[in-house]
């Protein structure tokens, strides 16, 4: 997409240097639901990529089609038209058991109601997809330690998700996201259902994510949250608009005062006592 902040990944390109490779590249997709007087366009020609080092802000009223465009992004659903690259690999092409093999292996998920299983620790729910995906239990134990240390709780290694606050369980869904080789994760709402000040600690382990080398897709109707992304896209009505081209959008962003992600990582705009 074009129309880039200056302060994003590719404001290095523009200088002379490299651009971040293209993770995600979503082309001409288009998702339509039903038939006849029941079909629904849910997204139209969507073009979007999304490059390693860079978290990509979605926003838009409810039934803009964020969760769609999410859902095609992670391979959840296929498009009626167009395509959805995950690196080398064009999802739209691939039967349900390749997209759920590229999922386990490349892609990680933050949803808003966490979706820790109960009866597992916090080490063993970070650790399920890696032993799900052929990784021995000692071995994916320890990748799970090392996400859970990456954001900032391995000390809840050993405990129940009904033993962690809120914030915690969000940092252990952030660490399944990340265990092993993944570099994208796909966010839908992560700091919904957390206070703001929780909420910004989520957003502040995310950015930090990013920043190590990942890549990130975060759905959210907060303008704040917004902020720490690199760039902001808006969707209405199931059409993708860069949010630097779109004055609607600008203005949320504008008028939430955050600051850009970049700024956050400088130390620049508010902290976590705000």
């Given at each position: 997409?074009t129309?880039?902040?200056?302060?994003?990944?590719?404001?290095?390109a523009?200088a002379?240097t490299?651009a971040?490779?293209?993770i995600l590249?979503?082309?001409?997709?288009?998702?339509?639901h039903g038939?006849g007087?029941?079909r629904v366009?849910?997204?139209r020609?969507a073009d979007?990529?999304?490059?390693?080092?860079?978290?990509?802000a979605v926003?838009?009223p409810?039934g803009?089609?964020?969760?769609?465009?999410l859902n095609?992004a992670?391979?959840?659903?296929?498009?009626?038209?167009?395509?959805?690259?995950l690196?080398?690999?064009?999802?739209?092409?691939?039967?349900?058991?390749?997209r759920?093999?590229i999922?386990?292996?490349r892609v990680?998920?933050?949803f808003q109601d966490?979706?820790l299983?109960?009866a597992?620790?916090?080490?063993?729910?970070?650790?399920?997809p890696?032993?799900?995906?052929g990784?021995?239990?000692r071995?994916?134990r320890?990748q799970?330690?090392?996400?859970?240390?990456?954001v900032?709780?391995?000390e809840?290694?050993?405990r129940f998700?009904?033993?962690?606050?809120?914030?915690?369980?969000q940092?252990v869904?952030?660490?399944?996201?990340?265990?092993?080789?993944?570099?994208l994760v796909?966010?839908?709402e992560?700091?919904?259902?957390?206070?703001?000040?929780?909420?910004e600690?989520?957003?502040?382990?995310?950015?930090?994510?990013?920043?190590?080398?990942?890549?990130?897709?975060?759905?959210?109707h907060d303008p704040?949250?917004a902020?720490?992304?690199?760039?902001?896209v808006y969707?209405?009505d199931g059409?993708v608009?860069d949010?630097d081209?779109?004055?609607r959008?600008?203005?949320?962003?504008?008028?939430?005062?955050?600051?850009?992600?970049r700024?956050?990582?400088?130390?620049i705009?508010?902290?976590?006592?705000?």
């Open positions: 997409m129309g880039r902040r200056a302060s994003g990944p590719t404001a290095g523009e002379g490299e971040s490779p293209i590249e979503l082309t001409g997709v288009t998702r339509v038939e007087e029941r366009v849910a997204l020609e979007l990529e999304v490059r390693l080092g860079e978290l990509v926003m838009g409810s803009s089609g964020k969760s769609t465009l095609l992670g391979g959840l659903d296929t498009p009626s038209a167009g395509e959805v690259r690196g080398r690999d064009l999802l739209s092409h691939l039967d349900a058991a390749g759920a093999a999922r386990r292996r990680g998920y933050v966490l979706n299983i109960p597992l620790t916090a080490a063993e729910n970070v650790a399920l890696r032993e799900l995906d990784v021995g239990v071995e994916a320890e799970a330690r090392s996400a859970l240390a990456e900032g709780v391995v809840l290694a050993d998700p009904e033993e962690m606050s809120g914030g915690q369980q940092r869904a952030i660490a399944r996201a990340l265990v092993g080789p993944r570099r796909l966010a839908d992560p700091t919904g259902a957390l206070d703001s000040h929780t909420g600690a989520v957003m502040r382990v995310l950015r930090q994510r990013i920043d190590a080398g990942a890549a990130g897709l975060l759905v959210t704040r949250f902020a720490w992304a690199d760039r902001t969707l209405r059409v608009v949010a081209r779109d004055d959008a600008s203005d949320l962003l504008v008028g939430a005062g955050r600051g850009s992600g700024d956050r990582r400088r130390g705009g508010p902290g976590l006592d705000d």
